[in-house]
């Protein structure tokens, strides 16, 4: 059975730092790529960052303070989290993507809330 399990979320003053990490198992971790995203109340679902084998593509929002990485050996991936802001707020999950599909997110997580205090 493949779970995606998140943790390191939690209640942060703007400025700070949260560190995510997200436990894949049941599957080939190395066979996927593996994105972050977070949806906020009220609001669409959106793309935060992705990682395929190394580096990152991040949303604009995002971009500069986001750092995503993985951990093949661990079968986890993570999302440094700087500078935040308010408007981070959001429940933040990850989902992993057979890499012949790429974007095509197959399983999800069940998603961690990072609340970011002015």
């Known amino acids: 059975q493949v779970q995606l399990v998140e943790s390191g979320g939690g209640l942060v003053q703007a400025g700070g730092s949260l560190r995510l990490s997200c436990a894949a198992s049941?599957?080939?971790?190395?066979?996927?790529?593996m994105g972050w995203f977070r949806q906020a109340p009220g609001k669409e679902r959106e793309f935060v960052a992705a990682?395929?084998?190394?580096?990152?593509s991040y949303a604009d929002p995002v971009k500069g303070r986001f750092t995503i990485s993985r951990d093949n050996a661990k079968n986890t991936v993570y999302l440094q989290m700087n500078s935040l802001k308010p408007e981070d707020t959001a429940v933040y999950s990850c989902?992993?993507?057979?890499?012949?599909?790429?974007?095509?997110?197959?399983?999800w997580g069940q998603g961690t809330q990072v609340t970011v205090s002015s």
């Open positions: 049941g599957l080939t971790f190395s066979s996927y790529n």
């Open positions: 989902a992993a993507a057979f890499r012949a599909t790429p974007n095509n997110y197959n399983y």
């Open positions: 990682i395929r084998w190394s580096g990152g």
